[in-house]
Structures are given as C-alpha cells and as structure tokens.
C-alpha cells in the first residue's frame, strides 16, 4: 500500500527540487533506488537534495515509505509533533483521522517549504514551522501527544556534528523532547 501524493508541480529551488518520475524516470539515485525497492510501476512524487553535481533521492511516494511511516499511523491522534516536511506525505493519513487534533510540521530548509508547501495537502489543524527540529524551542507551555522525527539527514550527528549514529541521535530527541511529547517515534527507530 502507499499514499500516492499528487499536486506537487515539478521545480528546483537551491539544493532541493521535486520530480514527478515513473519506475523508469527520474535521476540516478531514484532509478537505483526502483531497482533495490523493486518499485512497482507507477507514479510518484521523489524530493531530492543536491551533494555536489549529483541528486539523493531523499523521499518517495513509495510503499516502503508509506511501511516506514506505519508506526507513526498506528499512533495518530491528539496532537502531533512532526520533524521534517518531506514531500507532505504522511499528510494524508493524518488529514483523513478525525482523532488528529492539532499537526505542528517542524521544517528546516526553506527551499523544501517552497517547493512543497502550497502545494501539499493539509487543512486548518496544520502549522509550519520554518525552524530545525533540534535547535528549535519550543513555545511555551506545547506538548504534543505523538512526536514523528523523519529528519534522516542528520541522523548520524548531533548539532555540534559529533558523529552519534542512530541509537545516538534517538537518545538526543528523547532528550530534548520527552518531556513534550508522550510518544516519541521516528524512521529509522
């Protein structure tokens, strides 16, 4: 199963750009990305983030993303704390959950806000923040019932960019948000 996003046009802004592609288009790293996954056919919306002259494929419409997403779905309700905009995607299970009181989108690159945030679905229970997740503070008095930290990028160092690896970078979010947050989740996790 995935949740296939649609409305997103295609464009490029600084290191990041959006690409309709199918199983047999699209940059490298998307096309090799089809062939480990084994990527049905299809469509699908990929963000990619620019590392010298070549693009990642950095997210994907895609069943696996739509599997790695599954323990954030089985926990949606109340109010949800989300590190990372992504191409939107977990916007439609969340949308479609009237348990879902409140979705506050904690964004870091100003170039994926552009490019996607118009564009994605979301209704009046959605806030962008244009901050990073690991510095960012907070207002006063937040708690959230659900924290979903989906920011792969920097999984591997804190923000003095110690190399911490996974187990590392959980134990900084629990640390930073566990007292916000009631349930904390991310990816990789």
Not at 111 to 127: E, G, N, S
């Amino acid at each position: 199963m995935r949740w296939q996003v649609t409305g997103i046009p295609d464009g490029e802004s600084g290191d990041y750009k959006i690409h309709n592609c199918t199983e047999s288009t699209g940059e490298d790293s998307w096309l090799n990305y089809v062939n480990y996954a084994n990527v049905p056919s299809g469509d699908y919306t990929v963000l990619y983030r620019r590392f010298g002259t070549s693009w990642l494929n950095i997210m994907q419409d895609t069943s696996r993303e739509y599997d790695e997403h599954d323990w954030l779905v089985q926990r949606m309700s109340g109010d949800v704390l989300i590190g990372g905009l992504g191409i939107g995607m977990i916007h439609i299970p969340l949308l479609a959950s009237s348990d879902v009181t409140s979705v506050t989108i904690v964004e870091k690159e100003q170039d994926v806000i552009d490019l996607v945030w118009d564009h994605c679905a979301k209704d009046d229970r959605f806030t962008l923040v244009h901050d990073d997740i690991h510095t960012w503070t907070p207002p006063e008095g937040s708690s959230w019932d659900v924290g979903w930290f989906d920011t792969w990028l920097t999984t591997d160092c804190d923000e003095d960019g110690n190399i911490i690896g996974s187990e590392g970078y959980k134990t900084m979010i629990e640390n930073k948000y566990g007292s916000l947050v009631t349930e904390i989740g991310g990816w990789n996790w």
